[in-house]
């Protein structure tokens, strides 16, 4: 198993930058397929971006493409979520996660929060 702990989550005005971070422990992120998920008030959770492996393939939302980037130190055993140009409508809290299946996601971070003011 893997645990997951996201942090780097804060208070920032449209336009800016927040570089969040998913801290991971008990098994090497090299074996998951790695991802961040987020949920807006009101809303259901939903998917921003994932990282099959290092320098391997990248998939992002729509909503957050050429402004988000995923990224992986394997030697931190951490993942990265960089974030630029943000907009009001990305306030939401931030979820980690980890698989190693094609669909399902089988661990979650405990969420850290991002909020964004216009």
């Known amino acids: 198993q893997v ?8 208070l920032v005005q449209a336009g800016g930058s927040l570089r969040l ?6 098994r090497t992120i090299n074996y998951y397929r790695m991802g961040w998920f987020r949920q807006a008030p009101g809303k259901e959770r939903e998917f921003v971006a994932s990282s099959i492996t290092s320098g391997g ?17 394997s030697a931190k055993n951490t993942v990265y979520l960089q974030m630029n140009n943000l907009k009001p409508e990305d306030t ?15 661990y979650w ?6 909020t964004v003011s216009s």
Not at 3 to 10: A, D, I, M, P, T
Not at 21 to 26: D, K, R, V
Not at 58 to 73: C, L, M, N, P, Q
């Open 3 to 10: 645990q997951l702990v996201e942090s780097g989550g804060g």
């Open 57 to 73: 393939t990248r998939s992002y939302a729509d909503s957050v493409k050429g402004r988000f980037t995923i990224s992986r130190d």
């Open 109 to 114: 971070g405990q969420g850290t929060q991002v």
């Open 92 to 106: 939401a809290v931030y979820y980690c996660a980890a698989t190693t299946r094609a669909i399902t996601w089988d």
């Open 21 to 26: 971070s998913c801290a991971a422990s008990g």
